[in-house]
């Protein structure tokens, strides 16, 4: 039996747009021939928050968080260049970066085709991706690319502890800018609710099961038994999203194009930053390239979750961070193939 690994990428992940366009197809299929299944689901929302997708973003994001050594944060200090790297790049560039270039396309350049309220709303969207760096399929990206586990680890999991201190108040700092009034409690709440309480259990069920079954076993065995968990949930998300999001997409389906755009030279323009800092730095390829990997993707489960929080289901910002997962995989692909073929402007 052929497997379905393909070159450190499994089938599911590499053909992960293909999966995000079927599934859009479906969902608005469902959406527009049975409206009733719609109905039935919007109703069992908690503080604007839909409890049938929170409950599949769970799914989702629990198996990341499990894979997150949280105990390698003590090896901090040994090579701290490419973590400073990583954190400049995503926290101190990369929102603002996003704002500016999403804002620019947006309103100016694609004005005449984007009215200014549904600009705003996709702006909103493209600021949430921004503001939250990818913790999960990163360590895709650096196998793709031979990164260093190890340290790839300690950058993945230093980023997720800055999400819970960053993440809000960036948001409503750029949001504001972007004259989109959200409340600090929802944003708050969202935090909690998809990055606290699934990081929480991701920790508690590392920790207990290495103490049971030895940490080989876990990542060998363990952890592997959850890899369709994530997929299933991504692929139910995106189709009950979709059934949610018809009305949007068959009134502007050339927007889907338009949001792509500034997300896509946002992702080529971080990556290149982060690579380059650490060319300059004299990083090996092993930890530039995953650090510029961290800065181009995005945590999107996040930043599903949280737009659909601020701003609905049916919210065009909810769609516009639905296209970063349409466009993802594609660009992240070419961006790891750049990195392999550059190795050699690196120290080994």
């Known amino acids: 039996m052929k497997s379905t690994q393909i070159e450190g990428i499994n089938f599911f992940q590499k053909y992960l747009t293909l999966w995000v366009a079927l599934c859009m197809a479906l969902g608005v299929f469902i959406g527009q021939s049975f409206p009733a299944f719609v109905s039935f689901f919007n109703q069992f929302e908690f503080a604007n928050i839909s409890i049938p997708i929170a409950i599949l973003i769970w799914v989702m994001i629990y198996p990341m968080m499990m894979k997150v050594d949280f105990q390698s944060i003590k090896d901090v200090g040994k090579n701290p260049k490419g973590?400073?790297?990583?954190?400049?790049?995503?926290?101190?560039?990369?929102?603002?970066?996003?704002?500016?270039?999403?804002?620019?396309?947006?309103?100016?350049?694609?004005?005449?085709?984007?009215?200014?309220?549904?600009?705003q709303q996709y702006l909103a969207g493209a600021i949430l991706l921004g503001a939250a760096p990818c913790t999960a399929m990163v360590f895709v990206w650096s196998t793709l690319t031979k990164g260093n586990p190890a340290y790839t680890v300690i950058q993945v999991?230093?980023?997720?502890?800055?999400?819970?201190?960053?993440?809000?108040?960036?948001?409503?700092?750029?949001?504001?800018?972007?004259?989109?009034s959200v409340p600090w409690d929802t944003l708050i709440l969202s935090v909690v609710l998809f990055v606290v309480i699934p990081l929480t259990a991701?920790?508690?069920?590392?920790?207990?099961?290495?103490?049971?079954?030895?940490l080989e076993s876990f990542n060998q065995n363990f952890l592997p038994k959850f890899d369709n968990m994530t997929v299933i949930g991504l692929l139910l998300t995106l189709i009950l999203l979709f059934s949610f999001q018809g009305e949007v997409i068959l009134q502007n389906p050339f927007h889907i194009l338009l949001i792509a755009v500034p997300l896509v030279i946002q992702t080529f323009l971080i990556f290149f930053i982060a690579y380059f800092a650490?060319?300059?730095?004299?990083?090996?390829?092993?930890?530039?390239?995953?650090?510029?990997?961290?800065?181009?993707?995005?945590?999107?489960?996040?930043?599903?979750?949280?737009?659909?929080?601020?701003?609905?289901?049916?919210?065009?910002?909810?769609?516009?961070?639905?296209?970063?997962?349409l466009t993802e995989v594609p660009v992240m692909l070419i961006l790891v193939k750049i990195a392999n073929n550059t190795k050699h402007w690196f120290t080994t």
């Open 83 to 119: 973590l400073y790297v990583t954190w400049v790049v995503n926290w101190i560039i990369k929102p603002f970066t996003m704002f500016a270039i999403a804002a620019f396309f947006l309103s100016s350049v694609f004005g005449q085709w984007i009215t200014p309220d549904l600009a």
């Open 157 to 180: 999991a230093t980023n997720d502890l800055i999400i819970l201190i960053a993440f809000v108040p960036l948001v409503k700092f750029l949001l504001g800018v972007s004259q989109v």
């Open 202 to 214: 991701g920790i508690l069920t590392r920790v207990f099961m290495i103490k049971r079954i030895g």
């Open 278 to 325: 650490s060319k300059w730095l004299k990083l090996p390829h092993d930890i530039a390239a995953p650090a510029g990997m961290i800065g181009a993707s995005n945590f999107f489960e996040l930043s599903v979750a949280v737009a659909i929080a601020l701003f609905g289901t049916t919210s065009p910002a909810v769609l516009a961070t639905v296209v970063g997962v």
